[in-house]
């Protein structure tokens, strides 16, 4: 069994919270677009990629800034 401590729970969790509202976001941005060009298969699926791809670059700057502040 592996226990982790609650700060590193709490990264965790807040890394896969940006990741997933990205992608959320980025999901709902590219169905409009889809409906908007007759494509949504397209749009949706690009959507959901650049959205998780922003959560990512967002969670790797909230650990960047927590990391100087120690």
Known sequence: ???A???SDYKIMN?????GLGAAFGAAIG???GVLTDNL???IS???ALGAG???TIS???ENENGDEN
Do not use: R
């Open 1 to 3: 069994m592996c226990y």
């Open 5 to 7: 401590t609650g700060n």
């Open 15 to 19: 890394n896969e919270k940006n990741i």
């Open 31 to 33: 169905a409009v677009i």
């Open 41 to 43: 298969a397209l749009w």
């Open 46 to 48: 690009l959507g959901i």
């Open 54 to 56: 922003i959560g990512i």
């Open 60 to 62: 790797q700057e909230q």
